[in-house]
């Protein structure tokens, strides 16, 4: 099937992002919100993204005038009737997103394709909204969406085979990359990326070391940004929606650290309200040492080791447990974190730092940390019996990988 008119519903950061793509591609778009303002300045968010191109000598002020005229704003579900697929990108409220299908299932064509780019909820229930649920699927960019790479398709219980091979053939299309991801919570990259940011908020509520420190020595170690820096980016209200339903689905090892909490409820929400782990706007103050000192007299834990590998370590862990289920391939895996969240190029992803390391140093540094910090650290069960069988990466040339 081919996409002629594509649509986004919701003009926030990433709905703005997603129509840029869109119209960068040459494809017309519908950018769809609530009222007019919310319209205006999603598209005012587009025309800065071309305005930098501009002036960079990335394009001519003509050629930016083109692709501003391919998107179109309204408020009106109407507007969607001639897309061939749409992209929900509004809030993370499973009761919201079925109003929105329902809606869309109303206007847009039979053959229509409705995605959702939810960050983690799931697709099998968004769709069970809807009557014609096998049109439903997750096509899940990242922040800035005009830069990473990497969307994940997500396919739910209902979706059919065609609808899969439709969303990843008008991915490729948008000159992205996708990857195909077995339907769970925070599907591939959310479910790696949140554990290594929830842990580095760990290591600044226990006093560990400060947010520019940790984000310094996660800069070093290859990371394009740090985690303080990037959960600002990302807005700490979404990582503690994220955050809850990966708890919600995988239990005690994802529970969030209580500071994200407070910082979510004294609505230091990061870069888009001026204020987070960092201040982005000099009328707004506010030190966070005396939360991080009440969680610390809740909590009874302070002063614990900070290094590098307490972050790297538990997104390791947690792509062994999505490798041990299934949700992608070891090469996707470790692809999928390079394009979306710019993970060290030289270090190959994940499970290639894994191999490299060697798999038995792996297990021994988690069962450390687990007794050190907490059984959030517990090893996937798949690294150990890769120990047992000599499957200790580059030193006995095979791990996740052949060498
Ligand atoms: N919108 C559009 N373009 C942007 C941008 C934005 N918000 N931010 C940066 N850019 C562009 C710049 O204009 C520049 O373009 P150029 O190459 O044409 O000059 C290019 O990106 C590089 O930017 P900078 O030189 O300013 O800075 P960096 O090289 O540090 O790159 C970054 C910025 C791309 C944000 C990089 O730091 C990065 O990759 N960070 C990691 C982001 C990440 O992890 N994203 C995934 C988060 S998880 C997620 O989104 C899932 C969700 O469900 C929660």
């Given at each position: 099937?081919?996409?002629?008119?594509?649509?986004?519903?919701?003009?926030?950061?990433?709905?703005?992002?997603?129509?840029?793509?869109?119209?960068?591609?040459?494809?017309?778009?519908?950018?769809?919100d609530t009222d007019q303002e919310?319209?205006?300045?999603?598209?005012?968010?587009?025309?800065?993204?071309?305005?930098?191109?501009?002036?960079?000598?990335?394009?001519?002020?003509?050629?930016?005038?083109?692709?501003?005229?391919?998107?179109?704003?309204?408020?009106?579900?109407?507007?969607?009737?001639?897309?061939?697929?749409?992209?929900?990108?509004?809030?993370?409220?499973?009761?919201?997103?079925?109003?929105?299908?329902?809606?869309?299932?109303?206007?847009?064509?039979?053959?229509?394709?409705?995605?959702?780019?939810?960050?983690?909820?799931?697709?099998?229930?968004?769709?069970?909204?809807?009557?014609?649920?096998?049109?439903?699927?997750?096509?899940?960019?990242?922040?800035?969406?005009?830069?990473?790479?990497?969307?994940?398709?997500?396919?739910?219980?209902?979706?059919?085979?065609?609808?899969?091979?439709?969303?990843?053939?008008?991915?490729?299309?948008?000159?992205?990359?996708?990857?195909?991801?077995?339907?769970?919570?925070?599907?591939?990259?959310?479910?790696?990326?949140?554990?290594?940011?929830?842990?580095?908020?760990?290591?600044?509520?226990?006093?560990?070391?400060?947010?520019?420190?940790?984000?310094?020595?996660?800069?070093?170690?290859?990371?394009?940004?740090?985690?303080?820096?990037?959960?600002?980016?990302?807005?700490?209200?979404?990582?503690?929606?994220?955050?809850?339903?990966?708890?919600?689905?995988?239990?005690?090892?994802?529970?969030?650290?209580?500071?994200?909490?407070?910082?979510?409820?004294?609505?230091?929400?990061?870069?888009?309200?001026?204020?987070?782990?960092?201040?982005?706007?000099?009328?707004?103050?506010?030190?966070?040492?005396?939360?991080?000192?009440?969680?610390?007299?809740?909590?009874?834990?302070?002063?614990?080791?900070?290094?590098?590998?307490?972050?790297?370590?538990?997104?390791?862990?947690?792509?062994?447990?999505?490798?041990?289920?299934?949700?992608?391939?070891?090469?996707?895996?470790?692809?999928?974190?390079?394009?979306?969240?710019?993970?060290?190029?030289?270090?190959?992803?994940?499970?290639?730092?894994?191999?490299?390391?060697?798999?038995?140093?792996?297990?021994?540094?988690?069962?450390e940390f687990s007794k050190q910090?907490?059984?959030?650290?517990?090893?996937?069960?798949?690294?150990?019996?890769?120990?047992?069988?000599?499957?200790?990466?580059?030193?006995?040339?095979?791990?996740?990988?052949?060498?």
């Open positions: 099937m081919f996409i002629y008119k594509a649509g986004v519903v919701g003009a926030g950061a990433m709905g703005a992002g997603i129509a840029q793509v869109i119209s960068f591609s040459g494809l017309p778009v519908v950018l769809k919310r319209v205006d300045k999603g598209i005012g968010m587009i025309r800065k993204v071309y305005q930098g191109r501009v002036d960079k000598g990335k394009m001519t002020a003509s050629e930016m005038d083109q692709k501003m005229k391919l998107v179109m704003g309204t408020t009106s579900y109407d507007d969607f009737k001639d897309c061939d697929l749409v992209i929900e990108a509004v809030f993370e409220n499973m009761k919201v997103k079925h109003q929105v299908f329902q809606e869309l299932e109303k206007v847009l064509p039979e053959t229509a394709i409705m995605a959702s780019n939810t960050s983690a909820l799931s697709i099998s229930q968004i769709a069970s909204a809807v009557k014609k649920s096998d049109k439903v699927i997750g096509i899940h960019f990242f922040n800035p969406a005009p830069v990473m790479k990497l969307v994940e398709v997500i396919p739910g219980l209902q979706t059919s085979t065609e609808t899969v091979d439709d969303a990843v053939a008008f991915v490729e299309s948008l000159r992205k990359m996708p990857v195909r991801v077995k339907e769970c919570a925070g599907f591939l990259v959310n479910r790696l990326l949140l554990p290594y940011l929830n842990e580095a908020a760990y290591a600044f509520q226990e006093g560990s070391a400060p947010a520019d420190e940790i984000d310094k020595a996660m800069r070093a170690f290859g990371m394009p940004m740090g985690p303080f820096a990037l959960l600002d980016m990302l807005g700490l209200d979404v990582c503690a929606d994220v955050s809850m339903i990966l708890y919600d689905s995988f239990g005690p090892r994802m529970k969030a650290a209580e500071i994200l909490g407070e910082m979510h409820k004294n609505n230091r929400l990061g870069v888009k309200n001026g204020i987070g782990f960092y201040v982005y706007d000099e009328s707004k103050t506010g030190d966070l040492k005396p939360t991080v000192d009440a969680i610390q007299a809740k909590t009874g834990i302070k002063g614990t080791p900070f290094s590098p590998e307490r972050l790297v370590f538990q997104m390791i862990n947690e792509a062994a447990f999505c490798l041990e289920e299934n949700v992608a391939s070891p090469s996707d895996i470790d692809l999928a974190m390079l394009a979306g969240t710019g993970y060290p190029q030289d270090k190959g992803g994940p499970l290639h730092t894994a191999d490299a390391i060697g798999i038995d140093v792996v297990v021994e540094k988690l069962k910090l907490g059984p959030r650290f517990w090893p996937a069960p798949i690294l150990k019996r890769m120990v047992s069988a000599n499957y200790l990466g580059q030193k006995t040339k095979r791990g996740f990988f052949n060498y």
